[in-house]
């Protein structure tokens, strides 16, 4: 038996087809069609959609974006994501990572560093579409060349904590990695898998070394 849901929505179908002209400007409307995402008082993200009727929840909040704004969410949890409304542009909103709420970071206690840009350095982070990027100078690997890696040390710390923050502001971060100094003296590098683009973004890090440099 068809349910009344699925009659509902093949009569809006056969709907649109007629008002778009046909099947092929129906699906020219359709990839063009803003999506429409749902989201809470507090911009948690429940669901997106290009369906039209859908029944909501009474304190859902609803915004329409690009299907280019739409791409970060596709395939991806959209517990990681944010719906964020401009302070100051009436009606705009953003879609936007979440911080990372776990794991607090006081900046004062740790003596966190940011990782200015520059050429020469001890130690280097590059932040590509999808990865970070960290290496370590030839000249730091040649002062290590007589230790096993395994027992190096700088500090007498044995592992480098990167932050991926917001500009300028260490508290409000996105992703840490720990990086052992075995890995960056016995490697070329280390690659580290991110989940989204975060080149706009600030690395800070605890500094063991001289010189960090953000390539």
Not at 26 to 50: A, H
Not at 113 to 142: A, F, G, N, R
Request: hydrophobic content about 35%; some cysteine.
């Amino acid at each position: 038996m068809v349910s009344k849901q699925a009659k509902d929505r093949k009569k809006r179908f056969l709907e649109n087809k007629t008002a778009a002209g046909g099947i092929s400007a129906l699906i020219d409307n359709s990839i063009l069609r803003p999506w429409r995402v749902y989201f809470n008082q507090e911009g948690e993200i429940m669901c997106f959609t290009k369906e039209e009727g859908m029944a909501i929840q009474p304190d859902w909040l609803t915004h329409d974006f690009t299907p280019e704004q739409i791409q970060v969410l596709k395939e991806k949890d959209l517990s990681k994501f944010l719906v964020k409304k401009d302070p100051d542009v009436d009606n705009r909103y953003t879609i936007e990572i979440k911080p990372i709420e776990t794991v607090y970071i006081n900046a004062d206690d740790d003596f966190l560093y940011k990782i200015p840009e520059k050429k020469l350095y001890d130690i280097q982070v590059k932040i590509t579409v999808s990865t970070m990027v960290i290496k370590l100078s030839k000249k730091i690997k040649k002062k290590y060349k007589d230790v096993y890696p395994i027992s190096a040390t700088v500090n007498g710390s044995r592992l480098l904590k990167f932050y991926i923050t917001a500009k300028d502001d260490p508290h409000d971060m996105y992703h840490y990695s720990i990086v052992s100094l075995a890995d960056l003296l016995s490697k070329e590098e280390v690659i580290i898998e991110l989940e989204h683009d975060m080149r706009d973004y600030d690395v800070f890090t605890n500094k063991l070394f001289d010189v960090y440099a953000r390539a």
